[in-house]
């Protein structure tokens, strides 16, 4: 069976380094193209070096990844075909943002105005001509972005890329890799900012001690985790009155519960039929941060 | 291959390292050239092969170029995109193998065209007859344009096999400066001396010299070129096929 164009395999990947550290621990998942994925831990999960491996760049102890059926190491056009920003210092410092490119696309065979066209979007026109030694972080992480970008690829793996980016910058990025998505193409995005995934991703894979915690998408992750925060001083009346219900009731301090398997409205009115004094009685979304933690917390 | 080649080129070109090293490598060989000269050791045409010869210390600026054009890579990391574009690390150590190569080649013509612009007409005021068609002197003029080739080759090899700039360096140069030269006075060892880089030098610029260091055996200047070869070619593979594949993180 051959994988679509575009998708990204992770197979049993561990990578043990210096005999004993065991940075990514027998991994499994796949991103799938026309979306933007997640790739979520904390500091030292394994989430660099699993791009790295799927990248070619840190040979698995064992387990493959592959990248539309293919390691990437065997890719006939990889800048092509994978783009990929893996961190903001790997530039020459002598060497200015335009040459960077230029490099890229004669090793590509991209034409050299290809260069200029992904300064222009990434918003470093100005800065072309200038050497990288002087580049701010943001600046650096603009121009990795135009180097994986360069080759119009059908996958963008990026590695932390709105570290840096001022909140304009930040938001542009959203838009941008949206927009990516929406072409069709597979982007995979690591980041320990939760929110700002949570608001641009569709799927989210969760990695804590280099394993895998949870993989899905969002709508999966939230489904059944919306809940109703109610606050009473008079929780024992509320308890009687959702005696019988569908719910599942959970404390959260002395004078508040998290309700879980009715609306606000149905809530609201059951507590105005049973007279029950209500202080607070707000809707409480999906959290990724909170599951987050309650994922990686504790392991 | 030849995009990858041209991109060479294009990363040599875009930093100033390669200008510097030209500099330095026609300023003190000129320097050399000159000092020959002024010296009272030139008086006949069999004196002038060795006004050129002398300046084979410029060499260390092809075999400095070549390590940097490989380990600048590792320092700065734009190996990462190096080996991102093309994952095969025999292709990227091949590409620079050639570019370098070619680059030493160049950089000796230049060292070549200053020296006899000093000396062509310093000779013919001192009345001293030569001409480059005698084979020593087109030995001394042209061998290092093989010379310089075969230096930068062997320090993208060594680049390649030790992969950290200031390591391969030190380690390169303490050889080929200290090491190198105490060889033929270690009587156990001496004879290995034409199997090392500055034997070879010698039994290309200097052959039957009776300044031969130690009196040690050599074998003749195309045994040199193969010896030079072997001393790139050996750490280029053992590079690509070896070190160049450890992770790159």
Same mark, same amino acid.
């Given at each position: ?13 561990? #990578? ?11 991994? *499994? ?9 997640? $790739? ?6 394994? #989430? ?41 210092? +790997? $530039? ?37 001509? /200038? #050497?990288?030694?002087?580049? *701010? ?40 890799? /949206? ?10 995005? *690591? ?35 919306? +809940? ?34 009715? *609306? ?7 507590? $105005? ?12 979304? $999906? ?13 | ?9 294009? %990363?040599?070109?875009? =930093? ?34 060795? !006004? ?14 070549? !390590?940097?054009? @490989? ?14 574009? =093309?994952?095969?690390?025999?292709? !990227?150590?091949?590409? %620079? ?23 062509? &007409?310093?000779?013919?005021? %001192? ?38 700039? @200031? ?14 030269? @105490? ?12 199997? =090392? &880089? ?39 593979? @053992? ?11």
């Amino acid at each position: 069976m051959s994988a679509p164009g575009g998708q990204i395999v992770v197979d049993d990947l561990t #990578k043990v380094f210096g005999g004993n550290v065991r940075a990514v621990d027998q991994l *499994s998942f796949s991103v799938e193209p026309g979306s933007i994925t997640g $790739f979520l831990g904390p500091n030292g999960a394994g #989430k660099t070096t699993t791009l790295r491996m799927v990248l070619g760049l840190v040979r698995p102890t064992s387990g493959r990844a592959t990248i539309g059926g293919v390691p990437y190491r065997q890719l006939p056009n990889p800048t092509q075909t994978v783009g990929a920003a893996l961190e903001s210092a +790997s $530039f020459h410092p002598a060497r200015t943002a335009r040459n960077h490119l230029r490099i890229m696309c004669t090793v590509a065979d991209l034409p050299m105005q290809r260069a200029d066209e992904m300064l222009d979007l990434v918003g470093l026109h100005d800065a072309a001509r /200038r #050497k990288v030694r002087g580049f *701010s972080m943001g600046m650096r992480q603009r121009l990795s972005l135009a180097a994986a970008l360069l080759g119009e690829p059908q996958v963008v793996v990026l590695d932390e890329p709105a570290n840096g980016l001022d909140p304009d910058g930040i938001r542009w990025l959203r838009g941008l890799l /949206r927009h990516l998505a929406e072409q069709g193409r597979t982007v995979l995005v *690591s980041s320990h900012q939760l929110n700002e995934v949570e608001e641009v991703a569709d799927r989210v894979v969760i990695l804590n001690h280099g394993r895998l915690v949870r993989a899905g998408s969002i709508a999966e992750l939230s489904a059944g985790t919306d +809940s109703v925060l109610v606050r009473s001083p008079n929780l024992q009346a509320l308890h009687t009155a959702l005696t019988g219900q569908p719910v599942t009731v959970e404390p959260v301090d002395p004078t508040a519960v998290r309700v879980r398997g009715m *609306s606000a409205a149905q809530l609201g009115n059951l507590a $105005f039929t049973a007279g029950v004094e209500l202080h607070e009685l707000s809707l409480q979304r $999906f959290d990724l941060e909170e599951l987050f933690f309650s994922l990686t917390s504790g392991q | 291959m030849i995009p990858v080649v041209r991109a060479e080129f294009l %990363k040599l070109r875009t =930093t100033q390292v390669w200008l510097w090293m030209l500099a330095l490598a026609v300023i003190a060989g000129s320097l050399i050239v000159v000092g020959g000269l002024a010296s009272d050791s030139v008086h006949t045409p069999r004196d002038v092969p060795d !006004v050129f010869a002398n300046a084979n210390g410029t060499l260390l600026t092809a075999f400095v170029l070549g !390590v940097l054009g @490989i380990t600048t890579e590792f320092r700065h990391q734009t190996i990462t995109t190096t080996l991102l574009q =093309t994952p095969s690390r025999w292709a !990227v150590v091949a590409a %620079k193998l050639f570019t370098y190569a070619l680059v030493g080649l160049l950089y000796a013509a230049a060292c070549a065209a200053v020296q006899l612009a000093i000396a062509v &007409p310093w000779l013919s005021a %001192k009345r001293i007859d030569f001409t480059l068609s005698d084979p020593d002197v087109g030995r001394a003029v042209f061998g290092p344009l093989l010379l310089f080739a075969l230096f930068a080759l062997i320090g993208i090899g060594v680049g390649a096999l030790i992969r950290n700039q @200031i390591v391969a360096l030190v380690s390169g140069l303490v050889f080929i400066l200290v090491i190198n030269n @105490i060889i033929p006075a270690i009587p156990v060892v001496k004879n290995s001396y034409a199997y =090392t &880089p500055a034997g070879a030098v010698t039994e290309i610029l200097f052959p039957a010299h009776e300044s031969t260091p130690g009196d040690v055996h050599l074998i003749g200047s195309g045994g040199g070129v193969l010896v030079l070869l072997a001393w790139a070619l050996i750490p280029a593979l @053992i590079g690509a096929g070896y070190s160049m594949n450890r992770d790159i993180t």
